[in-house]
């Protein structure tokens, strides 16, 4: 049995969805239906549930916005950081095309964060400026 359900599920079954709060405060609705299945030449039929519960795929950084403060130039700032997984499913994560003054350290610059974890990343900004711009601030 393939149970593909989509949100339209969330109002047609109302009177079997419950709903509990899981990770981070997140609500999570759980619907339970009750299966009857009769076979043939059966006396006593088999019940049985089918239950699902339904996740967000968020990911959130803590702290939410990064303030790297004054970094002169050739410098460089880091900052601490977590990822956090909302999902009571894994989810994968990759950071692309970032601009050239920002590196995300983790293990393999990709990773996967499990169920409720907070996976550590360091987010390092470095300012560069050119040899022509360098040479354009010292003739002013």
Not at 25 to 49: C, E, M, R, W
Not at 82 to 111: A, M, R, W, Y
């Amino acid at each position: 049995m393939k149970f593909k359900p989509d949100r339209t599920i969330l109002s047609a079954a109302k009177k079997y969805i419950s709903y509990i709060t899981e990770i981070a405060d997140y609500s999570t609705p759980v619907i339970n239906i009750p299966i009857k299945v009769i076979g043939a030449n059966q006396v006593l039929p088999i019940v049985f549930n089918i239950e699902a519960r339904f996740t967000v795929d968020s990911l959130t950084f803590n702290p939410p916005m990064f303030n790297f403060g004054n970094v002169w130039d050739y410098g460089a700032s880091r900052i601490n950081a977590f990822i956090e997984n909302h999902s009571i499913l894994p989810q994968k994560f990759c950071f692309i095309n970032l601009p050239g003054e920002v590196e995300v350290e983790t293990d393999q610059g990709c990773g996967i964060v499990l169920p409720g974890e907070r996976y550590p990343v360091s987010i390092v900004y470095k300012p560069s400026v050119t040899n022509e711009e360098v040479e354009g601030i010292l003739s002013c």
